[in-house]
């Protein structure tokens, strides 16, 4: 964490500060008032350097060059978008070394005469953002934030589009079932610790950049964006992990915040270890919600039981593990891929039936539905390619989430099966490294963060009674981190803010960022 980073860094220097202390009592301040006219100096080098990027001018031209997989290619094809790249610093603390370029898509204003812009960030972290703009757009065309602002969705550095862009595993990895089994049930070695990172750097191109990818780095990005899009202040709306990034942004810069929308909140006083357990027990509770509806039905797979549902699951999921079963196209599915496609279909409470028969076919032999969802969830393409979103994430992590030791990366494992056990493989697991353990830089983000901010205008959380990711007490948290309004909606999904197609939730939305409006303290809306 930055905080103890600075504790280490401090403790190592205490002596000779001591030194100069004792020294400059006993002499003069001629020593001190150097060091400081020098740390002045270099500070206002560091502005100068900043300021042509602040001060660039974007070149938007026609999206398609920037698509990277055949979905992107098709949505890119749409004149009504435009395109362009920003120029950034690697590293911020030296802004006249290397840069890294953010691809970002922007939907113009359907008004002649915008407020400004709408940054937007869809989550992760590590999902690229170009298209999120496009699908608010075609989820809620008629809301009057598409009036009145200009949509923009930017791929994070790193991410899509943006160079250099995060590469730690080939699409062949990606397929094979051994590592599909460790990323899920996790299993890694203090070796293999260390040749994740090599790979990710060499791949990627560069070790230095895998020190920069984190939060932090991405919220300075978006200040950079946002005074090159001619905003003095920055509107945003960000989902799941996007609400991370607009927090810490609110953190870092409070004085340039117009408006924040903050839907399917995370917890900032939660570290690693706390949030992951509040995620997998609201995944358990949506789980058996799930279950106990499907119970109701007449063939459903999981029985008539809804206090057995879990272990009929495990019954009929398990044997994945020695024969995974056909799933079109010469695949198979796995242990793993099963898992991972009934947790994407939990995202939501339209997708259960998708989960219900996906269960169903593999009691049956076949594991098409469950591959479909799983794929949806890991961005895998027809033509056998992913998108970078995994790895993405991984490394971010590495930047944004606790250090665990050996011990308690071992612990959390054990405690995912206790909170969650339709995750549970039914054989011991291993002990294992945290992935992140050979990392060149220690974690940057720290927790809490965005807490006491000064000058902050009101902001808006949106949190989902019924999230299964980000569970609704995540969300009252961070609003109270912020002092800020909260909209509580009643619901079982993941998110709701301009993409559920809810009245209530937009128009509370868009009173927000238009007029500034704020809902009242017990403002609610509820999903059909």
Known sequence: MRTLARVRRTAALGVPLLMVGMLGACTSSNADESQEESSQESSRESSEELRRFYEQELAFEPCEPYASNETDAELFADERFECARMEAPMDYEDPGGETVSIALLRVPAKDGEPIGSLMTNPGGPGFAGMSFAPLIAAMAPDSPVLERFDLIGIDPRGVGASTPALDCYTDAERENDEMSEKLIVGSWTEEETRQWVRQCAERTGSEEFLSHVGTRDAARDMDVLRAVLGDDKL??????????????????????????????????????????EQQYLGLRRSFELMGAACTEL????????????TERFQEIVRPLIDEP?????????????????????????????????GIREVRDGRGDALIGLHDAYYQRYADGTYSDALEATEVINCLDEDRLTPEQESRLRHTMIGDAPFFDPGRPLDDTRNMCEAWPVEPTLGYPYATDIEGLPDTLTVAVTGDPV???????????????????????????????????????????????????????????
């Open 298 to 309: 007449p063939d459903c797979p999981l029985g008539s039981d809804p206090e057995a549902v």
């Open 235 to 276: 509107s945003y709306l960000g989902t799941s992990y996007g609400t991370r990034l607009g927090a810490v942004y609110a953190e870092m810069f409070p004085e340039n915040v117009r408006a924040l929308v903050l839907d399917a909140p995370m917890d900032p006083y939660a570290g690693t270890m706390e949030r992951r």
């Open 325 to 357: 079963v056909p799933a079109g196209d010469g695949r198979v599915l796995s242990f793993s891929d099963a898992i991972d496609g009934v947790v994407a279909g939990l995202y939501s409470e339209a997708s259960w039936p998708a989960v219900v028969e």
């Open 470 to 528: 980000t569970p609704y007490e995540e969300g009252s948290r961070l609003a109270e981190a912020l002092e800020g309004s909260l909209l509580t909606v009643e619901g079982e999904q993941h998110g709701a803010a301009l993409l559920a197609g809810n009245a209530c939730v937009d128009d509370t939305v868009a009173d927000y960022l238009i007029d500034l409006t704020s809902p009242p303290a017990d403002a609610r809306c509820v999903l059909e």
